[in-house]
């Protein structure tokens, strides 16, 4: 399982609170496994998918509930979503709910998610903007 992402923009940040930061740094994002690519978008919300993983992960397996990403982008949550399926985590989206990922261990979702949220957080910075508001009130 992949998170991945090119072009990434802040083309339209017009403003400097967090929620613009959240919502305007954007990127092409596919999620794929091994049997091809599960979801993609065009204009993607990189920023504010990252901060709501990192603090998901940071819970820990025990802890997790099933993710459903409510983004300030959509109008329903779960644009990408990792589900328990009882032999693994799956991920998928609400976009194209004929397609998941194979089952796969905390280990390797956390794995993807570290990669994902550390390559956003140098790719922000590379755009000239703190990536501090990715961590900001992460789960502890």
Excluded: H
């Excluded at 690519?37 to 919300?45: N, R, S, T």
């Excluded at 459903?68 to 693994?88: R, T």
């Excluded at 194209?96 to 922000?124: M, Y």
């Amino acid at each position: 399982m992949k998170i991945l992402y090119d072009a990434i923009n802040a083309n339209d940040l017009r403003g400097s609170t967090i929620a613009d930061y959240l919502v305007n740094i954007e990127a092409s994002i596919e999620v794929v496994d091994g049997r091809g690519v599960i979801y993609e978008e065009p204009y993607f919300p990189v920023a504010e998918l990252a901060r709501e993983l990192a603090r998901w992960v940071s819970l820990g397996e025990k802890q997790a509930p099933n993710f459903l990403f409510a983004s300030l982008s959509f109008e329903e949550p779960g644009a990408v979503q990792i589900l328990d399926s009882g032999s693994g985590w799956t991920v998928g989206s609400m976009f194209t709910p004929e397609l998941k990922s194979s089952p796969v261990s905390w280990g390797e979702v956390a794995a993807c998610i570290d990669t994902f949220v550390s390559n956003v957080r140098r790719d922000v910075l590379e755009l000239g903007i703190s990536p501090d508001f990715i961590d900001s009130q992460r789960a502890e």
